[in-house]
């Protein structure tokens, strides 16, 4: 059983920056695939971004490259997304997923554990 708990959401204006924060419960964290997602209203859940298990290897989707950069840390059982150049195509409400597989996936339905969701607005 593992817990995603999501923080660092919240307003910013275009252009500007947040950084998302993902804390995880339990020892095996680092065998655990993780992605981003985020759903705005009226959408489907998309995926933002993942990284691998054990070699921490990125995954972006095509709208969020060369903007966001993913990364974990196993020995403090986070993950991380840092988000720069904003517009306010990224509002949404991002969620962290936890995959027991070793390779992040895009689709929602091939995670195994979810956080509640963290609000990200951008204003234009």
């Known amino acids: 059983q593992v817990q995603l708990v999501e923080s660092g959401g919240g307003l910013v204006q275009a252009g500007g920056s947040l950084r998302l924060s993902c804390a995880a419960s339990?020892?095996?964290?680092?065998?655990?695939?993780m992605g981003w997602f985020r759903q705005a209203p009226g959408k489907e859940r998309e995926f933002v971004a993942g990284?691998?298990?054990?070699?921490?290897?990125?995954a972006y989707a095509d709208s969020v490259k060369g903007r966001f950069t993913i990364s974990r840390d196993n020995a403090k059982n986070t993950v991380s997304l840092q988000m720069n150049s904003l517009t306010p195509g990224d509002t949404a409400v991002y969620f962290c997923?936890?995959?027991?597989?070793?390779?992040?996936?895009?689709?929602?339905?091939?995670?195994?554990?979810w956080g509640q969701g963290t609000q990200v607005t951008v204003s234009s």
């Open positions: 997923a936890a995959r027991w597989q070793a390779t992040p996936r895009t689709r929602a339905n091939e995670y195994d554990y």
């Open positions: 990284v691998s298990a054990s070699l921490g290897l990125p």
């Open positions: 339990g020892r095996t964290f680092r065998s655990y695939a």
